[in-house]
């Protein structure tokens, strides 16, 4: 159900004030290609406790700040825009505005506070004194519909859905535990929480309500602050980004800043999008002077490397920040960002129903297994027979380590047949089924072929059945065939599935061959096979063995029966 979030946590930061022109266009650079420019930054936010109750809280990292003309929306700018009021024009650093649905207050919200003075404001959507225009929708269960704040120019200020990427469903909230501004694009600093545990007008405790209770106070001195951000899992050879983050939270310049990047063996350095020259010290290190950074100063930019094909595990990537000035403290001076290698990920067509019982075939299905070790978004991804249709998954669609899931072209048909319903169908048959995009392909009962495509309409896996053929690239020799045997066997209700391992009881390795697929006739072991609707087959595929210790007595009859049985 499509809700509309109406409170707002504030908080503002201040323009780069007394840097070099280069320092200028670097930290440019970096905030047209990041997600935020980091001086305003959404704190928390929530789905609310039911209803329409939402609200969002951003933080003013430096300040003061102006905000007249700013606008929080979603995915399209234009929504709610801040008033041209004085109360917008100079936000001090520390400051949390609450801005929620005033039409249906969430439990548990503050009381209006229209001063400020405090490090905190609590205004309604509707209050005219500070807002025009209406409230973005913000769905529960749209992964990517997200707030996203601008400045008077439509410049992006904060993108929740690139930083840090998560979403709230219904009665939940995001809350950043974090105590920079530079390390909140970082998911690991966030935590999704049940809506009564939100704390809108406050810290989300720990080290985030200290950060926030000093940036209200001020930081005397010099305080440097760095953060970097990739991905969780990535698979060997592959290309890895992260960003890197510096920021000076201190009232102080920081002078002769240096950026020390010490990288694992496993990565290797390709290109960076600083502007300057990377020095390499050691083959695995990189170095970036950055001049003095003025008070509230940002430098933020992408680094590119490789991961080696042999990498395994966990690597680890440390980045160090220093300064000839004194500092008021090094715990954030330096953070590591981690990376899982993962095998690749492997999604493949298990299992096909494709001349049915049901009248007209409606009850057509396809399974589509996932055999890799991390969760898969197959979001977009389609299932074709090559050209009259096209099935596509929906948005936010995973799939997780060893999951199955079975797309139908009619839920109820399915269901009657099979005994379960799908996971998703095309015919809307029913309403607790959800629904697939697109058109069902509609396959031949004497042959055809079943694709999955990949959002970007790459061939993932293809089977060619009965009088169905494929690209060599796809599908190598003869069609697969249904078993038949004449009077026992016909193709009518037959599920076209793949063979199983003897020793583990899942999907053989793919070879896009008939000789992966139970019905195929040469393998008189795994193969030769029939299987239909009903039929609960890998639940007792492997025999099970029992071991228990025991008396047995072994008699011969008839001498000896009566005296063992008596």
């Known amino acids: 159900m499509m809700q509309r979030v109406f409170g707002v946590l504030l908080s503002v930061g201040l323009s780069l004030a007394g840097v070099g022109s280069w320092l200028f266009w670097l930290q440019g650079l970096g905030q047209a290609a990041a997600p935020t420019n980091g001086n305003v930054i959404i704190n928390e936010w ?9 609200w969002v809280e951003l933080l003013v990292v430096s300040g003061p700040a102006d905000l007249r003309g700013w606008d929080l ?16 024009s100079a936000l001090p650093a520390g400051t949390l505005v609450v801005i929620y649905n005033g039409s249906d207050p969430d439990i548990g919200l503050p009381p209006d506070d229209e001063d400020g003075s405090d490090c905190r404001l609590v205004v309604g959507h509707n209050n005219g004194r500070f807002f025009t225009g209406t409230w973005p929708a913000i769905a529960n269960s749209t992964p990517s519909d997200n707030p996203h704040l601008r400045d008077a120019i439509g410049t992006t200020v904060h993108d929740f859905t690139q930083a840090p990427g998560l979403h709230p469903a219904a009665q939940q909230g995001v809350a950043f535990m974090g105590e920079t501004a530079v390390s909140f694009p970082d998911p690991a600093q966030w935590q999704i929480i049940p809506a009564t545990e939100s704390t809108p007008g406050t810290g989300n405790g720990g080290s985030n309500t200290v950060w926030i209770d000093s940036l209200c106070a001020g930081v005397n001195g010099v305080d440097l602050a760095v953060s970097k951000s990739g991905p969780a899992v990535a698979q060997p050879g592959a290309t890895v980004v992260y960003q890197l983050r510096l920021q000076n939270v201190g009232d102080t310049l920081a002078t002769a800043v240096r950026l020390t990047d010490t990288l694992p063996l496993e990565l290797a350095y390709v290109t960076d999008s600083s502007g300057l020259v990377a020095q390499h010290p050691t083959p695995h290190t990189l170095v970036w002077e950055l001049g003095d950074i003025a008070p509230s100063s940002t430098v933020s930019f992408a680094l590119t490397t490789t991961l080696a094909n042999t990498a395994t595990g966990t690597v680890s990537n440390q980045l160090a920040a220093a300064t000839t000035a004194v500092e008021v403290t090094l715990a954030n001076n330096s953070t590591v960002a981690q990376t899982a290698v993962s095998l690749p990920t492997t999604v493949l067509i298990d ?32 299932v074709s027979d090559g050209g009259s249709g096209t ?16 797309l139908a072209r009619d839920g109820v048909a399915f269901t009657h047949q099979f005994g379960f319903p799908p996971d998703f169908e095309q015919s809307d048959s029913s309403p607790t089924i959800p629904n697939l995009g697109g058109t069902w392909p509609g396959f031949a009962n004497t042959g055809d072929e079943v694709v999955l495509l990949d959002a970007a309409g790459a061939v993932v896996d ?34 076209l599935y793949r063979k199983r391992d003897q020793a583990t009881g899942l999907p053989v390795a793919d070879s896009n061959t008939a000789a992966d697929w139970a019905q195929e006739g040469g393998d008189v072991i795994n193969g030769r096979k029939v299987r239909h609707p009903g039929w609960d087959f890998d639940s007792f595929f492997q025999t099970v063995a029992v071991t228990e210790t025991a ?5 011969q009859a008839p001498d000896n029966a009566f005296a063992t049985i008596a």
Request: glycine share 16%.
């Open 46 to 54: 929530s789905q609310g406790n039911g209803g329409s109750r939402e």
């Open 73 to 88: 929306g979603d995915s399209t700018p234009g929504d709610l825009v801040f008033s041209s009021d004085g109360a917008w």
């Open 351 to 382: 299992a096909v129903y494709v001349d049915g019982y049901e009248p007209n075939d409606v009850d057509e299905a396809v399974a589509l297994w996932q055999g890799g070790e991390t969760a898969v978004d197959v979001a977009g991804w389609k």
């Open 391 to 406: 099935a596509v998954l929906p948005a936010g669609t995973q799939l997780q380590p060893g999951q199955t899931v079975w």
């Open 462 to 495: 293809w089977l060619a059945y009965g009088t169905g053929s494929g690209d060599p690239a796809d599908w190598q020799g003869a069609a697969l065939q249904p078993y038949t045997v004449p009077n026992v066997f016909t193709s009518e209700g037959q599920i």
């Open 551 to 555: 008396v047995f007595t072994i008699a």
